[in-house]
C-alpha cells in the first residue's frame, strides 16, 4: 500500500553547481522505502551516498525529478518528528548538556521540557550513557559524543532512520553499540532504517543492500515494492 511507504524517489537528481564546472552527485535515483524495510546503502567514499542520504530525509532538494513521503506528508513536518538523521560527526550543540541535546526534537516538537528529558533520560539510558546526562559535549569522547548522537535520534520514534556512516569514526565495540542500538530500535518500532556504510561488519546486520557507483543507485531486485 501506498501509506505503507515512508519516502518514494522517481528519477531524483542532485546537481551542485551549474555550467562546466557542475558536478552530479546523484543520478536519477527510483527508489521506494517501506515501514519496517533495513538497508544499507554501500558504496566507495564520492559515491553520492550523502547525498542521497540528504534527499530521502528532505535535507536537500533534487536538482530534478522528485522526492515525496506518502505515508509521512509534506517535507516541512518531516523534522522534528517522523525523520531522524544520524551523521557521521555528532553535531551536539555545544551549550547544551547531553541530556538537553538528547531532549531537543522533544522540546521542538512542542513536548513539555519534564516529559522531553524524561524521553531523553530513557533513550540516554538504552545506549548505557544514563550516567553522562550532565556533561557537556566538550567533555565527552567521540564515541560517547556519536552515541548521544544517535540518542537523539531516537528519543523521537522516527518512521524514517536515516544513518551516514555512523560507526565510521569509532573503534569496534562502540560501533557494536551504535549499530545495536539503531538495529534493535528499528525492530521494535517497526520504523525503517538506511545505514549508509563502508564497513561490511554493518551491512551485513541489514535486510536489504543498495549500492551507489558513481552517483547511480543499484537496488536490490529482492525488495518488495507496492505501488
Same mark, same amino acid.
Given at each position: 500500500?501506498?501509506?505503507?511507504?515512508?519516502?518514494?524517489?522517481?528519477?531524483?537528481?542532485?546537481?551542485?553547481?551549474?555550467?562546466?564546472?557542475?558536478?552530479?552527485?546523484?543520478h536519477?535515483?527510483?527508489?521506494?522505502?517501506?515501514?519496517?524495510?533495513?538497508?544499507?546503502?554501500?558504496?566507495?567514499s564520492?559515491?553520492?551516498?550523502?547525498?542521497?542520504?540528504?534527499?530521502?530525509?528532505?535535507?536537500?532538494?533534487?536538482?530534478?525529478?522528485?522526492?515525496?513521503?506518502?505515508?509521512?506528508?509534506?517535507?516541512?513536518?518531516?523534522?522534528?518528528?517522523?525523520?531522524?538523521?544520524?551523521?557521521?560527526?555528532?553535531?551536539?550543540?555545544? #551549550?547544551? =548538556?547531553?541530556?538537553?541535546?538528547?531532549?531537543?526534537? $522533544? &522540546?521542538? !516538537?512542542?513536548? +513539555?521540557? %519534564?516529559?522531553?528529558?524524561?524521553?531523553?533520560q530513557?533513550?540516554?539510558?538504552?545506549?548505557?550513557?544514563?550516567?553522562?546526562g550532565?556533561?557537556l559535549?566538550?567533555?565527552?569522547?567521540?564515541?560517547?559524543?556519536?552515541?548521544?548522537?544517535?540518542?537523539?535520534?531516537?528519543?523521537?520514534?522516527?518512521?524514517?532512520?536515516?544513518?551516514?556512516?555512523?560507526?565510521?569514526?569509532?573503534d569496534?565495540?562502540t560501533?557494536?553499540?551504535?549499530?545495536?542500538? #539503531?538495529? =534493535?530500535?528499528?525492530?521494535?518500532?517497526?520504523?525503517? $532504517? &538506511?545505514? !549508509?556504510?563502508? +564497513?561490511? %561488519?554493518?551491512?551485513?546486520?541489514l535486510?536489504?543492500?543498495?549500492?551507489?557507483?558513481?552517483?547511480?543507485?543499484?537496488?536490490?531486485?529482492?525488495?518488495?515494492?507496492?505501488?
Amino acid at each position: 500500500m501506498t501509506t505503507d511507504i515512508v519516502v518514494r524517489c522517481e528519477d531524483a537528481a542532485r546537481t551542485f553547481g551549474r555550467g562546466a564546472g557542475s558536478v552530479v552527485a546523484v543520478h536519477g535515483a527510483t527508489c521506494r522505502i517501506a515501514a519496517g524495510d533495513r538497508i544499507a546503502l554501500t558504496g566507495p567514499s564520492g559515491s553520492g551516498k550523502s547525498t542521497l542520504l540528504h534527499l530521502l530525509a528532505g535535507l536537500d532538494e533534487p536538482t530534478t525529478g522528485t522526492v515525496d513521503w506518502p505515508a509521512l506528508g509534506p517535507r516541512r513536518m518531516l523534522r522534528p518528528g517522523p525523520v531522524a538523521v544520524v551523521f557521521q560527526a555528532p553535531s551536539l550543540l555545544p #551549550l547544551l =548538556d547531553v541530556t538537553e541535546n538528547v531532549a531537543l526534537p $522533544l &522540546v521542538l !516538537a512542542g513536548i +513539555d521540557e %519534564a516529559t522531553a528529558r524524561t524521553g531523553a533520560q530513557a533513550a540516554l539510558e538504552r545506549l548505557g550513557l544514563d550516567d553522562l546526562g550532565d556533561r557537556l559535549p566538550e567533555e565527552l569522547s567521540g564515541g560517547q559524543a556519536q552515541r548521544v548522537a544517535v540518542a537523539r535520534a531516537l528519543v523521537g520514534q522516527p518512521r524514517l532512520l536515516l544513518a551516514d556512516e555512523p560507526t565510521g569514526q569509532l573503534d569496534h565495540v562502540t560501533g557494536t553499540q551504535v549499530v545495536d542500538a #539503531l538495529v =534493535d530500535t528499528a525492530a521494535h518500532t517497526g520504523c525503517a $532504517l &538506511v545505514v !549508509a556504510t563502508h +564497513d561490511p %561488519a554493518v551491512s551485513d546486520r541489514l535486510a536489504v543492500t543498495w549500492r551507489m557507483v558513481d552517483g547511480r543507485l543499484r537496488t536490490s531486485e529482492a525488495l518488495s515494492w507496492s505501488a
